[in-house]
């Protein structure tokens, strides 16, 4: 099946800083998503982003799909960006969603 | 709000019992999904439905079942809960272009 790589694994921040998160993937993808899980294990849909950018206030994405893999962009981090960042990735219509192992992130005061 | 409302929220439970858990959704999808979450596994796909009373395995499916019986409810049991099964488990919905929306988890725990 497709493998879903993301990095870093850990990264700390002090409030205000910037961050990129990396999501690469092993195959072709019609489908990629971002997600964060908050302190309290609620996942919330980032972008639904198979290609191009997108950005939503401080948090921006872009996926370059012939070279398989997505940037996720957070800009003047704030303590409650803290938590995990998910990549997901599927293959074709229908096989079904691949989960990366997640950007654990920490955002201090 | 994906409008995904899960049941119970919290549950321990003895091995060996029977469990259910409950995905009710607002949206009148087609396909919804369920999912645990484990230290070092990440997430992966137990069940899913792709209509009332058409259901298909994910990648961990063993010792699970699951139906659906009307668009809105779709259950998860567990026929003789063990402590493998103890897990956080998150119900999902996906839209016409295959967003995923996720209901607020469910934690388990097999003593």
């Known amino acids: 099946g497709i493998q879903v790589e993301q990095s870093p694994p850990d990264l700390i921040l002090q409030e205000g800083a910037n961050s990129t998160l990396r999501c690469n993937f092993s195959d072709s993808v019609n489908n990629l998503q971002w997600f964060h899980q908050n302190p309290w294990g609620q996942l919330i849909n980032l972008f639904y982003?198979?290609?191009g950018t997108k950005q939503n206030g401080r948090l921006s994405a872009t996926t370059v799909a012939t070279e398989r893999y997505s940037l996720l962009y957070i800009s003047s981090s704030q303590t409650t960006d803290s938590g995990v960042y998910f990549c997901a990735v599927e293959r074709f219509r229908g096989s079904r969603l691949t989960f990366g192992e997640g950007t654990q992130l920490t955002v201090n005061p | 709000d994906a409008g995904i409302t899960q049941s119970p929220r919290h549950k321990v439970t003895e091995t060996g019992t029977p469990v259910t858990l409950r995905c009710h959704q607002t949206e009148n999808h087609r396909y919804m999904y369920w999912y645990r979450q484990d230290p070092g596994h990440g997430l992966r796909l137990i069940h899913y439905?792709?209509?009332?009373?058409?259901?298909d395995k994910g990648e961990v499916s063993d010792g699970y079942s699951v139906s659906r019986s009307k668009t809105e409810d779709f259950l998860l049991t567990l026929e003789s809960a063990t402590s493998s099964q103890t897990s956080v488990y998150f119900c999902?919905?996906?839209?016409?272009?295959?967003?995923?929306?996720f209901g607020e988890g469910s934690w388990l725990t097999v003593v």
């Open positions: 999902a919905i996906s839209d016409s272009r295959n967003t995923i929306y």
């Open positions: 982003i198979p290609s």
């Open positions: 439905s792709y209509g009332v009373k058409d259901t």
